[in-house]
């Protein structure tokens, strides 16, 4: 029977990249992002090209109340979700916790902590009912180590970290694998949002190295999501051959 997907954060980078991959595989999928027309380009395109059957969702996972909307009462067809991608996440500014700025620091917060806690409360109805699914969550090497300048979004990472931990103790009842990815630097919009659209600063995070690519992390999640019934990969790190850590990458 064919399975279904869905990936949170999908117009682009990791979340784009893991729904190509799932859909080449012939995966259905459910991708939700706010950029409308990216996501209805990318449900063409896998529609298109690989023939699968796509969902696209547009809704902020901050929008606790949006979130359930979209979430709580999907049609029938799209109830039996076999894969939970939260990966919608994001980096504000890399400032010192006195200058940082707070919205920057609640805009973190609540995108990457709240909704994945939001995004997750509302599919997870549809796992415990059939006792089966894999929940994948997208960590980052921040949420290993904290490093300067980092706070809140390294905090955030941290929770997400924790978040998966706490899931995979509350769900083993239901036979839910819980995994956590943890990427070190990739090469996506990331530091294009993080420095505010400052092309010169974002390209500078990749320069002199071979980061990791998003179809990487995409590979990635698709053999962690296609291991055997018993197995349940729980916590990965995975950084390019350039960088140790958080604090060590040679360039
Ligand atoms: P991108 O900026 O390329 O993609 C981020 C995705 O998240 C976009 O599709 C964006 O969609 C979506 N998103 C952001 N905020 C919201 C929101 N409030 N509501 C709904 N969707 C949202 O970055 P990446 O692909 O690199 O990032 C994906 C995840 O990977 C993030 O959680 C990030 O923290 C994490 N990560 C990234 C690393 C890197 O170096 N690139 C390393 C480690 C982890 P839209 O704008 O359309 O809403
Ligand atoms: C993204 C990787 O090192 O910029 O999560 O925090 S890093």
Redesign the pocket.
Known sequence: MQKTILV?????????AIAEKFASEKWNCII????KE??DELASSLNNTYGVKVLPLV????DREAVFNHLSNLPAEWQSIDVLVN?????LGRDSFDTANLNDWETMID??VK?VMYVTKAVLPYLTERKKGHIIN?????GKEVYKDGNAYCAS?HAVDALSKAMRMDLLPYQIKVTVI?????????SL?RFKGDENKAELVYDGYKA?Q?NDIADIAYYTANLPKHVCINDLVVTCLAQANSFYLHK
């Not at 949170?8 to 784009?16: E, I, M, Y």
């Not at 990966?87 to 980096?91: D, K, Q, T, Y």
């Open positions: 949170t954060g999908a117009t682009s980078g990791f979340g784009k939700t992002g706010r950029r990216k996501l809704f902020d996972v901050q990966n919608a996440g994001l980096a995108t990457n909704g997208i960590g980052s090497t921040a990472k943890h990427p070190g630097a990739a090469e996506t919009e990331f949002v990791l998003a």
